[in-house]
DNA sequence: TCTAGGTGCAACCCTTCGGTTGCACCCTGT
DNA sequence: ACAGGGTGCAACCGAAGGGTTGCACCTAGA
């Protein structure tokens, strides 16, 4: 799994609210994603891409129209990282404590 | 707090390791962390001021040192986003599954 | 005081990104 | 068959990103 693709794609607030709709609508097709946004279709197919890219979102075609549907498990890969990095300070900041403000006044 | 920022800062795997590093080390001068990296001391200043800008890291002046530390408090915001996004998406495929397994055939 | 190391600022380059437009193509329904 | 809606592709544009270089400034230390 590519931290970089799912971190970037999660940068853009459009792509993050493409994500989440298709998360609540279950899946929709680029044309209709596009309706209530201020951007094009071909903005938000361009989004959508990214969003495949970090495998994030999958399209399957169904006669004339592609319907894009969220895949949403590269996000709990991303958490991992995220919460393993903060633990690991967590950590760092518990002995740091722990060497202040403990027993021995040496470090 | 700024997803956009915080995702944004993350998405370079030069920012990622810069924090990481910053996290082990607890705090380094932009030189320091320039050395082992194969790219100028501007480009690391420049990344170092996107994190901070994201508030993942902090800078404070000693003569005329500068030295740089993380603050990975966001991350856990935005864990928090991409768990509370992925826990939604479980909910409702937990319903989906309810509906088409379940009982009454209607959903 | 003078030298050297560390920093900040600004200009510049090339690439990527977000977005638009135009057009060709294909599937659907009458 | 044919009109219309949905899609894909390519070109284009302005802005932002990642990186470099050059130089001025300031602080520490001899």
């Given at each position: ?62 006669g004339?129209?592609v ?41």
């Amino acid at each position: 799994m590519t931290l970089d693709g799912v971190f970037g794609a999660l940068a853009d607030p459009t792509r993050r609210a493409l994500l989440t709709t298709l998360l609540e609508q279950g899946a929709a097709t680029a044309t209709d994603l596009a309706q209530p946004l201020p951007i094009t279709r071909q903005a938000v197919v361009k989004h959508l891409q990214v969003l495949a890219h970090a495998d994030l979102a999958r399209c399957s075609r169904q006669g004339r129209e592609v319907r894009w549907s969220a895949h949403p498990a590269p996000l709990g890969d991303a958490a991992e990282w995220l919460v393993r990095t903060g633990a690991d300070w967590d950590r760092r900041l518990g002995r740091l404590q722990e060497a202040v403000s403990g027993g021995s006044t040496s470090a």
